[in-house]
């Protein structure tokens, strides 16, 4: 749901094209002619006399040079109209004018006046066309902005008040901490008194940083909701124009609005695509720059006491520029991160509450299978398990729909068409039950929940599900090196039953370089570099790229280092799988064969061998 309401409306210069056109035309059509009416229609001689001896003639004008006769007559109705016919040799006429009581004109205009033509024709249009001018350059104006290129139109805050945004606290689920954070913001908004009294001063402006999806926005305008005060809501784009200096003319327009309604919150998203840092290289954006400083500009001007809060939200809080950050300006940061077991189950529930959901709904098994799932993919999996059970012609969700769900929003939707040889099938099975059997014969690795060889629209022909029994939140050097040998273990499988490798494990190689680079350059867990930060990440909440910081001689020992560590994983996962081949055998046949099967179905073939 959008609440940018009220777009007030943008009239494109065509607009204003077309009016002019139109108007131009109907002047045409409909007043022009009767400002030129009397125009001059040709007649023969004869129909002259006859018209004379009616006695409809009123003047007429004889023309020497032209040749011709110009007359004037009267209907019955009083209309004037002007004839023309040529001269003829007739030396009666004279009397039969004399007789109808025709007055003798030196000459009977044909033509409206000269200078009334050019009135009309030219200096008319003129006129309505600079009129039209100056009404869209009033329109500029008075929005005080110059509008883009095609539009002219009002800077796009506007008002919204709590019914617009419907949502409140309640309907962010954990982030206990942000809450509490702009909990304390919405109460100086009720009762500043309370505050000034003790001598307490607001931030001006709280910085809401944190992945994409886990509730930036929604808490924005869960604020709103809470407040009760004007909320004035922009996104950071909305302030990049394509003329130079139209940006900041938007920034003072909001503050203008915002302290006239004051107390209120102003609130902008995506700050970063205007708050970046103002580093005057090369691609550097003069635009965005004037843009950034009116808003630091107004941010310093306004009263703390008055009761403007800004509040932005980012998912790129490292390429801010550190003016926004300095005290006095967004000086408070609330993280929002990616939500724990407890955040998860709250989620997922808040949004069951919009769903029928069958009475008994496990949230904590789908909370525990979707570790590092944002809220966003959390709404996205309650709602894909509503879909499926109306596919299936359900009248409720149930436990299946959701299980079904997280792999969708995992791996992507069952490729049932999808026909794939039984030997490749064969091979992805063994692949899987490699990863599976190493996870499962190491300590300290998360238990197997389901492997499945159905193919997923995300590419992936079948994986190996783990699910850790509790949240985890630190992991150790051994854990980090037995999660490479578990990767490692499905080439290995393949390597073992097929003496043959494929391209399958392309997914499981990129994890396992990542992640003993990650060792290595970041987690300082390699004997030979120890605690020394080799590499510096990037962007924290947008995928994470890492960059070097380290001599050419240190990255090629890295290189090496890496290679050496995922060459030892895969030993180890070799002689587990080759030390455990008759069970690896038998669980195979029976994921053939089954497709899909469950962690406690694994586990019950695994012990039932080693029973044996
Ligand atoms: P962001 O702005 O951080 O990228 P949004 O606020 O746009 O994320 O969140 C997208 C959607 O995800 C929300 O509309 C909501 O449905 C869901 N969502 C995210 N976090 C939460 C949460 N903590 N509680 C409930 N729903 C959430
Ligand atoms: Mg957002
Ligand atoms: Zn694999």
């Given at each position: 749901m959008s609440v940018k309401e009220h777009e007030p409306p943008k009239k494109p210069l065509i607009y204003y094209g077309i009016m002019a056109f139109l108007t131009l035309m109907l002047l045409n059509v409909f007043v022009f002619p009767l400002l030129f009416e009397n125009q001059v229609s040709e007649v023969g001689y004869n129909d002259f006399l006859s018209m004379v001896d009616k006695g409809m003639v009123q003047e007429v004008a004889r023309d020497e040079s032209a040749g011709s006769i110009t007359f004037s007559t009267k209907d019955e109705a009083g209309k004037l109209r002007i004839y023309q016919t040529g001269i003829w040799p007739d030396d009666t006429l004279l009397k039969r004018l004399e007789d109808a009581g025709v007055k003798f004109a030196s000459e009977i205009p044909t033509q409206a006046s000269p200078l009334l033509t050019i009135l009309i024709s030219w200096v008319l249009p003129v006129l309505i066309f600079s009129f039209i001018g100056k009404l869209i350059m009033k329109r500029m104006t008075s929005a005080g902005n110059m509008g883009n290129a095609m539009s002219f139109g009002k800077a796009n805050a506007k008002i919204y008040v709590e019914a617009q945004t419907?949502?409140?606290?309640?309907?962010?689920?954990?982030?206990d901490e942000a809450k509490e954070s702009l909990q304390e913001i919405v109460d100086f908004l009720h009762e500043p008194a309370k505050y000034a009294a003790i001598g307490a001063k607001l931030p001006k402006g709280a910085l809401l940083v944190g992945p994409p999806g886990t509730g930036k926005t929604l808490l924005a305008k869960a604020v709103a909701g809470e407040a009760k005060v004007p909320f004035f809501s922009i996104s950071g784009s909305e302030f990049v124009e394509m003329f130079v200096g139209m940006g900041a003319a938007k920034v003072r327009d909001l503050f203008k609005q915002a302290n006239e309604k004051a107390p209120c919150i102003v609130f902008i998203d995506e700050i970063d695509t205007i708050g970046k840092k103002r580093d005057g290289g090369v691609g550097s954006n003069d635009e965005r720059e004037q843009t950034l400083n009116q808003l630091l500009t107004e941010m310093d001007g306004f009263?703390?006491?008055?009761?403007v809060v800004i509040l932005a939200a980012t998912?790129?809080?490292?390429?801010?520029?550190?003016a926004l950050l300095r005290p006095g300006r967004f000086d408070r940061r609330i993280p929002v991160e990616l939500p724990d077991l407890n955040g998860r189950i709250a989620i997922l529930k808040v949004h069951a509450k919009d769903v029928k959901m069958s009475g008994n709904i496990d949230f904590d098994a789908i909370a525990r299978a979707t570790s590092g799932a944002s809220g966003a993919e959390l709404a996205n999996i309650i709602n894909e398990a509503a879909l499926r059970a109306v596919r299936l012609g359900r009248d409720s969700v149930i436990q299946a729909d959701l299980e079904e769900s997280v792999e969708v929003v995992i791996?992507?939707?069952?490729?049932?068409?999808a026909v794939i040889s039984p030997e490749e099938k064969k091979i992805v099975a063994y692949h899987e039950i490699g990863h599976a059997l190493v996870a499962a014969k190491q300590t300290d690795s998360a238990p197997v929940h389901k492997i499945t060889i159905v193919p997923r629209t995300s590419g992936a022909l079948g994986y190996t599900m783990q699910v850790e029994e509790d949240e985890r939140f630190l992991m150790s050097r051994e854990e980090a090196f037995n999660k490479l040998a578990t990767l490692t273990g499905g080439r290995v499988a393949e390597d073992v039953a097929f003496n043959s490798i494929t391209t399958g494990a392309s997914n499981d190689i990129e994890q396992a370089t990542k992640l003993a680079r990650a060792m290595i350059t970041?987690?300082?867990?390699?004997d030979d570099f120890g605690m020394v930060a080799l590499e510096t990440v990037n962007n924290q909440y947008l995928g994470g790229d890492t960059s070097l910081a380290c001599s050419a001689e240190t990255a090629a020992k890295i290189d090496k280092e890496v290679v050496a560590m995922i060459a030892e994983a895969y030993q180890k996962a070799k002689r587990i799988i080759s030390e455990n081949r008759p069970v690896m055998d038998k669980l195979a046949a029976y994921l053939l064969e089954k497709e899909t099967i469950t962690g406690e179905e694994f586990m019950e073939i695994l012990n039932e061998e080693e029973q044996k």
């Amino acid at each position: 749901m959008s609440v940018k309401e009220h777009e007030p409306p943008k009239k494109p210069l065509i607009y204003y094209g077309i009016m002019a056109f139109l108007t131009l035309m109907l002047l045409n059509v409909f007043v022009f002619p009767l400002l030129f009416e009397n125009q001059v229609s040709e007649v023969g001689y004869n129909d002259f006399l006859s018209m004379v001896d009616k006695g409809m003639v009123q003047e007429v004008a004889r023309d020497e040079s032209a040749g011709s006769i110009t007359f004037s007559t009267k209907d019955e109705a009083g209309k004037l109209r002007i004839y023309q016919t040529g001269i003829w040799p007739d030396d009666t006429l004279l009397k039969r004018l004399e007789d109808a009581g025709v007055k003798f004109a030196s000459e009977i205009p044909t033509q409206a006046s000269p200078l009334l033509t050019i009135l009309i024709s030219w200096v008319l249009p003129v006129l309505i066309f600079s009129f039209i001018g100056k009404l869209i350059m009033k329109r500029m104006t008075s929005a005080g902005n110059m509008g883009n290129a095609m539009s002219f139109g009002k800077a796009n805050a506007k008002i919204y008040v709590e019914a617009q945004t419907g949502k409140t606290f309640a309907d962010v689920a954990g982030e206990d901490e942000a809450k509490e954070s702009l909990q304390e913001i919405v109460d100086f908004l009720h009762e500043p008194a309370k505050y000034a009294a003790i001598g307490a001063k607001l931030p001006k402006g709280a910085l809401l940083v944190g992945p994409p999806g886990t509730g930036k926005t929604l808490l924005a305008k869960a604020v709103a909701g809470e407040a009760k005060v004007p909320f004035f809501s922009i996104s950071g784009s909305e302030f990049v124009e394509m003329f130079v200096g139209m940006g900041a003319a938007k920034v003072r327009d909001l503050f203008k609005q915002a302290n006239e309604k004051a107390p209120c919150i102003v609130f902008i998203d995506e700050i970063d695509t205007i708050g970046k840092k103002r580093d005057g290289g090369v691609g550097s954006n003069d635009e965005r720059e004037q843009t950034l400083n009116q808003l630091l500009t107004e941010m310093d001007g306004f009263d703390p006491q008055k009761g403007v809060v800004i509040l932005a939200a980012t998912n790129r809080p490292d390429t801010l520029d550190k003016a926004l950050l300095r005290p006095g300006r967004f000086d408070r940061r609330i993280p929002v991160e990616l939500p724990d077991l407890n955040g998860r189950i709250a989620i997922l529930k808040v949004h069951a509450k919009d769903v029928k959901m069958s009475g008994n709904i496990d949230f904590d098994a789908i909370a525990r299978a979707t570790s590092g799932a944002s809220g966003a993919e959390l709404a996205n999996i309650i709602n894909e398990a509503a879909l499926r059970a109306v596919r299936l012609g359900r009248d409720s969700v149930i436990q299946a729909d959701l299980e079904e769900s997280v792999e969708v929003v995992i791996a992507g939707y069952q490729r049932k068409g999808a026909v794939i040889s039984p030997e490749e099938k064969k091979i992805v099975a063994y692949h899987e039950i490699g990863h599976a059997l190493v996870a499962a014969k190491q300590t300290d690795s998360a238990p197997v929940h389901k492997i499945t060889i159905v193919p997923r629209t995300s590419g992936a022909l079948g994986y190996t599900m783990q699910v850790e029994e509790d949240e985890r939140f630190l992991m150790s050097r051994e854990e980090a090196f037995n999660k490479l040998a578990t990767l490692t273990g499905g080439r290995v499988a393949e390597d073992v039953a097929f003496n043959s490798i494929t391209t399958g494990a392309s997914n499981d190689i990129e994890q396992a370089t990542k992640l003993a680079r990650a060792m290595i350059t970041r987690y300082g867990m390699s004997d030979d570099f120890g605690m020394v930060a080799l590499e510096t990440v990037n962007n924290q909440y947008l995928g994470g790229d890492t960059s070097l910081a380290c001599s050419a001689e240190t990255a090629a020992k890295i290189d090496k280092e890496v290679v050496a560590m995922i060459a030892e994983a895969y030993q180890k996962a070799k002689r587990i799988i080759s030390e455990n081949r008759p069970v690896m055998d038998k669980l195979a046949a029976y994921l053939l064969e089954k497709e899909t099967i469950t962690g406690e179905e694994f586990m019950e073939i695994l012990n039932e061998e080693e029973q044996k």
